[in-house]
């Protein structure tokens, strides 16, 4: 559960890095924000139905089999959640900033979105290690609880990996036909609302998405080895290789940070 937090507070620092770096123009940030705007409005109405959904299964669950898997349940929705709602602020906050930079250095931008991507990787090893290990834990150790905990990911990674892909593609129709057989417009031309939309789409869907899935898959791989360590060996040192396993891929995380741009540049 340390490697986890560490993993964590090393995406905090990549966030709070990227951060720093300068948004542009008044243009780029005016487009930024509406980008922002209109993603966070997307998830907003996502949530509620998600919690309504949630709120249902939760009930059910505690019903049908015992509270602690229905807590399960809850934990691994929540932080599937989280994991696609910070990747998608970040991935916002990267794109103008890896705009911007790609203006005065390759090097620069480069660097700024391949921490942007860091970000999400960081934070989904990190949730999926730190909830799977404290709930394990918490649990005494109940493998039926942790299979409540992946079912919970798996719920929000449904919603808002289907659900942002057809609200991408839809937008990305639209603002084709629009912008280029009605309007004559240049593909990506910001004067089109719906090319505003179709950028919405790509980071609800491919940002914040693909988050909740890579989440979901990363927990249901890692309870998955953890029961057929149970069932294989008994043994609690089996069952916990699957989670020391991924601790290691933290820790590995600086092995990452010259990335080769050809055989005579790299950027740190």
């Given at each position: 559960m340390a490697l986890a937090i560490l993993g964590l507070v090393a995406a905090g620092l990549l966030m709070?890095?990227?951060k720093g770096k300068s948004s542009g123009n008044e243009r780029m940030k005016?487009?930024?924000q509406m980008i922002e705007i209109g993603?966070?409005?997307y998830l907003k109405r996502q949530i509620i139905t998600i919690s309504i959904i949630t709120a249902v299964i939760f009930v059910a669950l505690s019903l049908l089999y015992n509270l602690n898997t229905s807590i399960g349940f809850l934990i691994g929705a929540v932080c599937s959640l989280m994991?696609?709602?910070i990747g998608m602020r970040v991935a916002?906050?990267?794109n103008v900033r890896t705009t911007h930079a790609a203006s005065s250095s390759q090097l620069v931008a480069m660097k700024v979105a391949f921490n942007g991507g860091a970000v999400t990787g960081l934070l989904v090893i990190g949730l999926a290690l730190l909830s799977v290990g404290a709930f394990y834990k918490f649990t005494g150790g109940n493998m039926q609880c942790l299979i409540g905990l992946a079912l919970?990911?798996?719920l929000i990674s449904v919603f808002a990996r289907l659900g942002g892909g057809i609200y991408t593609k839809a937008a990305d129709v639209g603002a084709d036909l629009v912008g280029k057989i009605e309007s004559s417009m240049a593909e990506d031309d910001p004067r089109n609302p719906a090319v505003i939309a179709d950028n919405v789409g790509d980071n609800v869907g491919d940002c914040a998405g693909m988050a909740a899935d890579v989440f979901e898959t990363y927990v249901v791989s890692l309870i998955g080895a953890m029961i057929v360590g149970k069932l294989t060996c008994g043994t609690g040192s089996a069952v916990l290789l699957p989670i020391i396993l991924g601790g290691i891929s933290v820790i590995g995380k600086p092995g990452t940070a010259p990335v080769f741009l050809d055989k005579?540049?790299?950027i740190w």
């Open positions: 709070l890095w990227i005016e487009i930024a993603a966070k409005a994991a696609g709602y916002v906050m990267a919970g990911s798996s005579r540049r790299f």
